[in-house]
């Protein structure tokens, strides 16, 4: 489970999130929605530590991330498509992070052949294509097998190969019980992956619910998207005596 409580970041000037509250349950592909710029990724990299909230916090499985003594058995993650070196291979890379948590030889080549990399697994990382460093990517958030998955934006750029796979993986993963996170500024990216939806718009959570009550009440999930970020762009647009 993951539990963002009153979660508040400035950057500067810049309110990126605005005491933002929601949870995620095991068991369900659950999308993070908003428009750019409205807090996801600063909200995943919080959750991940790696960056410091100015107030709230996130809990994964009931503790903050940096109080994990194990992470890559807590939560597996893929913040962006660059996740080895250059010159390093697949396998070595996944190697490496398997020793930090003695982590077998045996898992990291299932893993390998698992992602459709087996074939390309001792050729240089920066040699990969973004599909296969996409891939790359899920092998080293599935590593340790966690409960639970955070996935920031996984298709962007992909073909419709790529983008078929990691949503069947996302699935897959959310039906034997693991809880799966994944963020998108597109509805239609998460109409056909995601059975939850958490939106959000300028750093505040605007909705929270499942994609068939979305539809039904707006009609449509892109018109409800669309709907739910004006209402946000409207309010925040007279924040101070109200709508006029
Ligand atoms: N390191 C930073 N320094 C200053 N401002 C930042 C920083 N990171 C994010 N922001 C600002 O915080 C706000 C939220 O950004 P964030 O990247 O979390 O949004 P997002 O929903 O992930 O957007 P996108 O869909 O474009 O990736 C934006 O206004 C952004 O400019």
């Given at each position: 489970?993951?539990?963002?409580?009153?979660?508040?970041?400035?950057?500067?000037?810049?309110?990126?999130?605005?005491?933002?509250?929601?949870?995620?349950?095991?068991?369900?592909?659950?999308?993070?929605?908003?428009p750019?710029?409205?807090?996801?990724?600063?909200?995943?990299?919080?959750?991940?530590?790696?960056?410091?909230?100015?107030?709230?916090?996130?809990?994964?499985?009931?503790?903050?991330?940096?109080?994990?003594?194990?992470?890559?058995?807590?939560?597996?993650?893929?913040?962006d498509?660059?996740?080895?070196?250059?010159?390093?291979?697949?396998?070595?890379?996944?190697?490496a992070?398997?020793?930090?948590h003695?982590i077998?030889?045996?898992?990291?080549?299932?893993?390998l052949?698992?992602?459709?990399?087996?074939?390309?697994?001792?050729?240089?990382?920066?040699?990969?294509?973004l599909?296969?460093?996409?891939?790359l990517?899920?092998?080293?958030?599935?590593?340790?097998?966690?409960?639970?998955?955070?996935?920031?934006?996984?298709?962007?750029?992909?073909?419709?190969?790529?983008?078929?796979?990691?949503?069947?993986?996302?699935?897959?993963?959310?039906?034997?019980?693991?809880?799966?996170?994944?963020?998108?500024?597109?509805?239609?990216?998460?109409?056909?992956?995601?059975d939850?939806?958490?939106?959000?718009?300028?750093?505040?959570?605007?909705?929270d619910?499942?994609?068939?009550?979305?539809?039904?009440?707006?009609?449509?999930?892109?018109?409800?998207?669309?709907?739910?970020?004006?209402?946000?762009?409207?309010?925040?647009?007279?924040?101070?005596?109200?709508?006029?």
């Amino acid at each position: 489970m993951i539990e963002v409580r009153e979660l508040t970041k400035r950057y500067g000037g810049t309110v990126a999130l605005d005491g933002l509250s929601f949870t995620v349950e095991p068991g369900h592909v659950t999308g993070f929605l908003g428009p750019n710029g409205a807090g996801k990724s600063t909200t995943m990299n919080i959750a991940l530590g790696l960056h410091t909230p100015t107030s709230g916090d996130v809990l994964l499985g009931g503790r903050r991330y940096t109080d994990l003594e194990q992470p890559l058995h807590e939560v597996g993650a893929m913040l962006d498509a660059a996740p080895a070196h250059p010159g390093r291979s697949a396998l070595n890379h996944l190697r490496a992070l398997a020793r930090t948590h003695r982590i077998g030889r045996r898992r990291v080549e299932d893993l390998l052949e698992q992602v459709g990399l087996a074939g390309v697994a001792r050729k240089k990382a920066g040699g990969y294509s973004l599909g296969m460093r996409q891939r790359l990517g899920i092998a080293a958030a599935l590593l340790g097998d966690p409960p639970v998955l955070m996935l920031d934006e996984p298709v962007n750029g992909l073909d419709p190969d790529g983008v078929r796979w990691i949503r069947e993986l996302m699935r897959a993963q959310a039906a034997e019980g693991r809880t799966v996170l994944v963020s998108s500024h597109l509805m239609s990216e998460l109409e056909l992956t995601a059975d939850r939806l958490v939106i959000i718009g300028r750093g505040r959570l605007v909705a929270d619910t499942t994609m068939r009550e979305l539809a039904e009440r707006y009609g449509g999930l892109e018109r409800a998207y669309m709907t739910l970020t004006a209402q946000d762009d409207e309010y925040r647009a007279h924040p101070a005596g109200g709508r006029p």
